[in-house]
């Protein structure tokens, strides 16, 4: 992609849409002073439970073009990404957020870089990229 880019101007680079998809972790750590209390002298203190660092996490796919950050869709809890989630929840927001980027043209000319993940390499996938290019 940078050397089809490399002779071009640099208005191209702005007709790519960059995603890739990571899990977020959510964290729920009380410091050595939220865990505390006072107690007496001849009490015995409540044995403090093992924390866990992480509560809970979701796959985030997010998206960006030279812009900056374009859309971030949020998977349900305990899912990952497939190819009918990625077509048929993921990438309709993102052309919406293209199309309210770009009114007039819309994803038309728009080339989408992701990794070669199953899910973006299915043939589902490049018929739904290539439907919404009309």
Not at 111 to 127: I, L
Request: hydrophobic share 40%; charged share 25%.
């Amino acid at each position: 992609m940078l050397l089809k880019y490399s002779k071009a101007d640099s208005r191209r680079h702005s007709e790519v849409i960059t995603g890739d998809e990571t899990w977020v972790y959510f964290y729920d750590m009380q410091t050595k002073q939220q865990s505390s209390k006072w107690i007496f002298e001849d009490e015995v203190s409540d044995p403090i439970p093992k924390r866990f660092m992480a509560v809970n996490k979701r796959m985030l796919a997010i998206f960006f073009t030279t812009r900056g950050l374009l859309e971030f869709v949020m998977l349900s809890a305990k899912h990952t990404v497939t190819a009918a989630w990625y077509t048929e929840c993921c990438l309709p927001k993102v052309f919406q957020a293209v199309e309210t980027l770009r009114p007039k043209s819309g994803i038309r000319g728009m080339k989408f870089h992701h990794d070669n993940a199953p899910a973006h390499t299915q043939p589902e996938v490049a018929k739904s990229l290539l439907g919404n290019q009309a």
